[in-house]
């Protein structure tokens, strides 16, 4: 048994547990599984399954659990063709992927989509048809929408992104096809720290990932809070999923129990997301 | 037996590192097959319109793309790789040029991801914010950071070559009264021209490979750029952004056009090399 | 002035001044380096918290430190060349002394295509492979040895042109000597040949360790993850000191990650030096 050295490194996650007398029992629902756990793709997810990660390491060594990122779409494709136990989504899986994978989406938690710009931008809301033009292509100057005369730096994700989908078809819609001219970014945390960097830039990115680094824009007058996501106030929103192929197995279905826990809802909180049970 | 058995073993060897290219290129082919039977689709593929969700698969920006960084890199890396060259072999005074040639192994070893790293948090926020050029994330960093990572290995290549000649034609230099900068310039190199040419190919073929740097600093949109303070796709970091996508789909399918065309490349670029060097070998 | 004699000196100068912006370069890269590494550089550096011994062999899991991607890229880059070079030195006897005309000739063209194919294209074939291969063998999956496999097979060539050259490279009188001896041709390559050529083929081979540990697109596709720890098998996915640093530098959760990614950078150019300094050594050896 390693545990006491370890446990002294994860003060802020014990913190946690303390103040929360029940969780002591939580963790055990990985009681005597043993193995790996590989998870990949919606990157929104990955900071939760860190902390889970460190979690279940610390009382449970025999279990390693891998964690990368790729996008929504890397979470379908490789679960489906069941290269990791689970794959994260930012969003539904279709119909279509469901059959021909047999996929079982497991929805834990809902996430608005911010947008977001630099902290020194004065512009505070954007409405719906300001967000179409900017991310078209058709407004290309702060000016337009109330700040400085600058050009405006667009930061999106590419198509393996659950979501730019949800934003796109949420702002864009069908018809209007994105502006090519958009550096891409490949994870949530990538659009942040380039729009953290970027005076000029503009953004869109899971409202979990916010922080003081980055000011996001009210949409239409409504903040972007998770609150304002859940009562459907604030008009961009999306669910996050874990998939497995198939009913999960052993170790897979322990993590998605885990999840249901008060000590899995707190993770799930801690990390801006609002538990989907 | 003994005999027998190196030979087969040596034999076998040989022959895996052989087929391997074949192997590759049989399996992209063979993968790729819903794309070649499809005329619609090899129309697309041919286009530079890339919207997968309405079928079209165009790779020409990203082939341009390639094409203009691989370029604009070399434009910077060969005439500096070759100046170094030329310091490291005479210009320069002898302990110094010792020095130098351990400085450009030192640069050429260090990791493209260290380049991209570098430039990433230094090159990109200095375009973008003292200079006001654009996002910063551009056809202008990649090539810079592209050159500068290319120009010691360009360098130590042409040093490479050019030296034999160099020290062959040392002693009848001086004996002409030429300064080695003249023996340099108005004789090796016009002699050496198709040394300098597999060099220039040679490091396009490492130019057109590179996949990190583009990725990390070239902005991959998919969009023509009109100026270098633009960002570009290339056709290697379209490759590793398109693996997200679903394994059946038409646009992972373009992803083996992609590599293909990049294989043709490095085919073209090696063939290049070998007929300079065999009319060489036949003039000599 | 002639206009040759303004070419000369042009030449001469911009040389000078370029040899000077390049070290500053070298020097410039660095500095930053090391400046943005500075708060990283202390005892956590690679453990983060936990106990170095236990840490060190696995026993514990680290986080937040460069432990388990530097331990990946060393299993990594000892596995790929460890098959690679048995693989390329029987290859480079082949090429240099069994293969002749113009099968020899297509045996060398091959191997120089595969030097010259970009490494992204490497790693879609060993993951199309993998996808390929679980028709037959369901459990099989990304992993570090698929990686090391597609390594391998990226320093290959690089490997098998170091033999040949060595082999050819060694001189007339040593060849003859050994017929003279009566030694048949497998005595001769085993027992003079190859020690004869092993400072080439060694410093060929620090070389490619060097292209093995800076990779990053064939391992992207082959199993390295952002986060895991020590891999416990050769079928477990791993950690990567490139690819932290790739990752790092587009995402990083905090200002103490970013450091760490800063004194990574350090870490692999540290690591590539000592290689090249090696390499320079042992042809120097070879020379004199």
New interface residues.
Partial sequence: MHRKPVAAAFSGLLALTISLPVLAADIDVFKGLSGKLDIAGGTAHIPVVQDIARQVSKSNPAIRISVTGGGSGVGVQKVGEGLVDIGSTGRKVSAEEIARYQLKPFHFALDGVAVAVHPSNPVKDISLEQLRDVFSGKTSNWKALGGADAPIHRYGRDEASATREVFVGKVLGKDTAPAAKTTLVSSNGAAKSAIARDKGAIGYLGMGMLDQSIKPLSVGGHAPTQQNALSGDYPIVRGLYFNTKGEPAALPAAFLRYLKTNEGQAIIRNHGYIPAF | MSERLLATAAAFAGGIAACAVFAILALLLWLGLPLWRDPALLISLAGSSWNPAAGEIGLASMAAGTLLLAASALLLAYPCGLLLALSTLGLAPRPLAAAMRTLLALLSGIPTVVYAFVSVWLLVPWLRDSLGLGMGYSWLAAALTLGVMLTPTVALLLSGALSPTFTRLQAAGDALGLSRVQLLLWVVLPAERRALLSALLLSSGRAVGDTLIALMVSGNAIWLPANPTEPLRTLTAHIAITLAADTQSQAYAAIYAASLLLLAYVALVHFLTASLSDESAHRH | MNP?TV??RT??A???L??AA??G??LL?LG??LM?AWPALNGRLLF????AW?ALSG???V?DGLWPALAGSLMLVTLAIGIAL??????G???A???RGRRGR??Y??????A???????G??G?????LL?NIL?EA??SLLLAACCVA?LV??YL?QATRVSLHQLPAELRLSAQALGL???QA??HVYLPAASPGILSGCILAI?RA??D??VI??TG??????LP?SLF??FEAL?FF???T?????DEAQLAR?FAA?LL??SL??L??ATA?QLQKRSLS
Avoid: C
């Fill in positions: 040759r070419i000369e030449v001469v911009l040389s000078t370029l040899a390049f070290a370069l070298l890269i930053f380096l943005g983060g918290d936990a106990p236990p026993q514990v899991p986080w048995p693989l390329s030195i029987a290859a006897i082949h090429q002394e069994y293969a297509l045996a063209t091959l191997v120089d295509l595969l010259g194919m970009p490494s992204i294209v490497m879609l074939t993951f199309m492979l993998i996808l679980r369901p999956n990304t097979l290959l060539p098998v048949s041709q497998s390559i085993l060097g540990l800076e990053v697109a992207l596709l390295v993850v952002a986060e895991t720890g416990g477990d996915k490139p640093i790739m990752v530098a587009a995402e990083y959760r990614a950078a692999l150019m590539s030096a290689l090249f320079r």
